[in-house]
Structure formats: structure tokens, C-alpha cells
């Protein structure tokens, strides 16, 4: 049996599930472009998620952090907007950062009912070394696409994503 296959649909040490089948005759779902896709998210969130244990920090905490960085005195409803997250969840993801020292509430400049984020400076440096962590990640996710890989699947997956 591979390595995938017995550690098929089982929490792995770090928290995420990874995805396999145990040996199981799948039928056609290895030809379903939608099965492949969550299996190959599993498995890169999987290696991801491990990559950015070291900071306590999530995949979607991440993002949070890169558009925040990104964009100066975005709202919490513009992130959710971008990054395709539930307000009700996002906010959780706010109160967090928020808590950690990472992200900060400030009042918006052209709105009093509106609250625009900003990184704190602790923020800024966790954010520097998850960049770093998902460099390494990403070269891991390439080095099993091979050459010119990343480009093609981020051109397909671009395509997908607009609908084209």
C-alpha cells in the first residue's frame, strides 16, 4: 500500500485530513475534475497548514493578512468580498488576529460606521515569516508539478475560477 493510501481520509498529525482512498475503487471520480480538485486542496491546505503551524496560523488567517497588508483601511466586508469568506466566519477570523496582537480594528476615515483593518507591527512580523513559510511551500507544491507545472495549473485554475 502507499503512503497515501493508508493514511487515506485520516487526520494527519497536524490537524488536516488528507485525502486517499484507502484502496477503494473510486470509479469514475478520478476523472471528475471536481473530485481531483478537492483532493489535490487537501492535499496542498495539508502541507500549508503544516508550514504555517509554527505561527498558530491558518490558510485563511494568512490571506487575511496579505489583503490587509495589501490594501491600507480595508473593510472587514471588503476582505470577506475578495477572499470569498461568510461575514459571520470572518469576523471570528478578525476577533482572533485582534486577540493575538496581530490585527487591529481602527475607525474608517470616511466612514463612523465602518471600521477599517490595519496590521499591528507584531502582524507585520508574523506576516514577514508566514511569507517566508509559504515560499518554501510553494516550491515543495511546484517541485511535484515540474517544469513550467505551476504556471500551466495557475493558468487553468484562473480560467475556472473567472468562468470562462
Known amino acids: ?10 487526520p494527519a498529525h497536524d490537524g488536516y485530513e488528507r485525502p486517499g482512498t484507502r484502496g477503494l475503487d473510486v470509479g469514475m471520480l478520478n476523472a471528475s475534475i471536481g473530485y481531483m480538485l478537492r483532493r489535490a486542496q487537501l492535499t496542498v491546505f495539508a502541507d500549508f497548514g503544516a508550514a504555517l503551524a509554527e505561527l498558530q496560523l491558518r490558510p485563511g488567517q494568512f490571506a487575511a493578512l496579505i489583503v490587509i497588508d495589501c490594501n491600507r483601511g480595508v ?6 468580498e475578495t477572499l470569498g469568506i461568510w461575514r459571520a466566519n470572518f ?12 490585527a487591529r480594528r481602527v475607525s474608517s476615515t470616511t466612514d463612523r460606521r465602518s471600521k477599517a483593518l490595519a496590521l499591528t507591527a507584531a502582524g507585520q512580523r508574523v506576516l514577514e515569516r508566514a511569507t517566508e513559510l509559504q515560499r518554501a511551500h510553494e516550491t515543495r507544491v511546484c517541485r511535484r508539478l515540474g517544469p513550467d507545472g505551476r504556471e500551466q495549473l495557475l493558468r487553468l485554475l484562473n480560467h475556472l475560477a473567472d468562468g470562462d
Open 91 to 102: 469576523v471570528a477570523v478578525i476577533d482572533d488576529l485582534e486577540r493575538r496582537g496581530l
Open 1 to 10: 500500500m502507499t503512503r497515501s493510501q493508508t493514511e487515506a481520509a485520516t
Open 75 to 80: 473593510t472587514q466586508s471588503e476582505v470577506c
